[in-house]
């Protein structure tokens, strides 16, 4: 029993194995054989077990490929739809800024004339002055108010204005884009949250 071999009657009876727990062939041979085929029945409940637990984890492994596969895809399908929301805003605010930059084109281009306008009226009060003062006497007398009066009323009131660009896109203002793009599922956005606190706190 303690050396796990067959043992003839001599040698039991040797100094060698005076001390050794013995048992009769047969006795041990069903004993032995008993725990071999337990241990078999054990091994193959093992076995079934482990390949039950392997087709598991190929199933779980081919569901996730597939998972994987819609993602992807998923994922590419919304920042298409996120690039050309993009591509819309940024033609709106192009469009707008293009409006912008014709009306003030217009309204400087106004104002330029306006002043244009109002210098050749000036040159011309001044010139016509300049002949009053220096004419004779007998036609420098000859209605000399109305000449002078032109020259008070004459409006040199202009109000500079600084010229701005009121169009302006800032990288806060996509936040707000962002909030308007509908691509993304509501459910979507809370379980990638949950995913996402998951990983921060296991």
């Known amino acids: 029993m303690d050396d ?3 043992v003839c009657l ?11 727990a013995m048992a009769p062939i047969d006795e041990a041979f069903e004993s032995y054989r008993e725990k071999l085929l337990k241990s078999q029945r054990n091994l193959v409940a093992k076995m079934k077990k482990v390949m039950h637990l392997q087709d598991v ?3 779980n492994a081919t569901q996730w490929k597939d998972k994987i596969k819609s993602q992807r895809m998923r994922i590419s ?8 929301f993009l591509v819309e805003e940024e033609d709106l605010f192009l469009q ?13 281009n106004e104002n330029t004339l306006k002043l244009n306008q109002t210098i050749a009226s000036l040159k011309k009060l001044i010139l016509e002055v300049g002949e009053k003062s220096q004419a004779p006497t007998l036609e420098l007398l000859q209605n000399p108010k109305e000449v002078l009066t032109r020259s008070e009323i004459q409006d040199v009131n202009y109000s500079l204005e600084a010229v701005k660009v009121k169009t302006v896109c800032q990288i806060p203002l996509m936040k707000e884009m962002l909030k308007r793009f509908q691509g993304i599922e509501k459910g ?3 379980a990638e949250e949950s995913d996402l606190s998951g990983r921060l706190h296991p």
Do not use: G, I, M, W
């Open 4 to 6: 796990q071999r067959p």
């Open 10 to 20: 001599v040698c039991r009876e040797s100094q060698e194995h005076q001390t050794h």
């Open 57 to 59: 984890e190929v199933k």
């Open 77 to 84: 399908t919304e920042f298409s739809k996120l690039h050309n």
């Open 96 to 108: 707008r800024l293009n409006k912008e930059e014709e009306e003030t084109k217009k309204k400087l």
């Open 188 to 190: 979507d956005n809370v």
